[in-house]
């Protein structure tokens, strides 16, 4: 392991990104520092090299995503019907069930070697789900976490929001960490076209609803802003030293 800790995480605004394209470049990008964790094994301390870290944000085309944990049968259509429309479909090693990704809405994949910051996977998903809820606080959202059920969401204050209905997801989260490298991230519906979600059982959830930033507050908003708001409060709760 090494004598000390690189805190610095690389951004990188990889736009509009094929899904296949962008697992493969996580997939490389983990390796890449797992092989280093591994060299850093056999040297002595003051020869170690620094590992990387990296947060990359982008949007996918229409396509739905299965993670380990999930049920074939919490997708409601057939292939035909997705490249009806133009969506496509994978099986992931993430965790969680299924989701919807697609443009208008914000992916982050933090690729980061915990070992950095707490190798402590249960405090990570907390501290995606921290930085959420405070970005949508920024606009005027009150987001929260609802017990058992990982991610983001709006009318999570009360039992009767959670049994009516009323209670809608904002963001998923589902993640992989090797080594304490993490992979896979969060998406956030900033001006996501709902309709897509029609097509699946949400996160394998099928009584509460999934909502987008758009849908809330009745307009359009700018993404990029988003995408600031976000990697900043993830700097501050990881005590990171963002590079671009």
Known sequence: ???HCNKQVQ???LGLLDYQAGWDYQERLLAEIV???IANRSQPADQQRLTSNYLLFCQHPHVYTLGKSGKEDHLLANAAFLENIGATYHKINRGGDITYHGPGQLVGYPILDLDNFFTDIHRYM????EAIIRTLADYGLNAGRIDGLTGVWLGYESDENRRNGTARKICAMGVKA???VTMH????NVNTDLRYFNHIVPCGIADKAVTS???ELGREVPISDVMERVSQHLADLFEMELIR
């Open 185 to 188: 991230g969060f998406a956030l």
């Open 178 to 180: 090797s080594r304490w």
């Open 35 to 37: 092989a280093a964790k």
């Open 11 to 13: 951004i990188q605004d």
């Open 213 to 215: 930033m758009q849908a």
């Open 126 to 129: 907390r501290l995606l789900e």
């Open 1 to 3: 392991m090494n004598s």
